[in-house]
């Protein structure tokens, strides 16, 4: 059975789709920002947006019945290079405690720019149940 879902702890997205879907035993998480629940970005610097993104990925996979710790595939887009510099120690930082029992597959990919302007990052994620 698929189970779409929009999850009310997220912002509503934009266009019709669903912020996470739920496949058997697969669950895939639409890109993710640095904004909460209400839209507010939660800060101009790629720290604060990308822990704000991956704690948006694990709202969207408690509605399907599942967590970080099941992820196993992040795609990461960064809409400056210069970002770099930052996001990558940071991320470094997070990642063990985030994913304790191994840390999933990940692309990270420079574009041009995000659909808003002022955010940094944007982040999907797929993961399967255990």
């Given at each position: 059975m698929t189970h779409f879902r929009i999850p009310s702890t997220l912002l509503p997205p934009p266009g019709p789709y669903s912020q996470v879907v739920r496949a058997g035993d697969l669950a895939f998480v639409s890109g993710q920002?640095?904004?909460?629940?209400?839209?507010?970005?939660?800060?101009?610097?790629?720290?604060?947006?990308?822990?704000?993104?991956l704690e948006n990925i694990s709202l969207a996979l408690a509605e399907v019945g599942?967590?970080?710790?099941?992820?196993?595939?992040?795609t990461i887009f960064v809409a400056d290079a210069a970002d770099l510099a930052t996001l990558v120690p940071h991320m470094d930082a997070l990642f063990p405690a985030?994913?304790?029992?191994?840390?999933?597959?990940?692309?990270l990919v420079i574009v041009q720019r995000?659909?808003?302007?002022?955010?940094?990052?944007?982040?999907?994620?797929?993961?399967?149940?255990?």
């Open positions: 920002v640095g904004a909460d629940a209400t839209g507010e970005l939660v800060g101009p610097g790629i720290p604060e947006q990308a822990t704000q993104a599942m967590s970080l710790a099941d992820v196993v595939k992040l985030l994913f304790p029992a191994g840390l999933p597959a990940s692309s995000l659909f808003d302007p002022a955010l940094r990052i944007e982040i999907e994620a797929i993961a399967r149940a255990r």
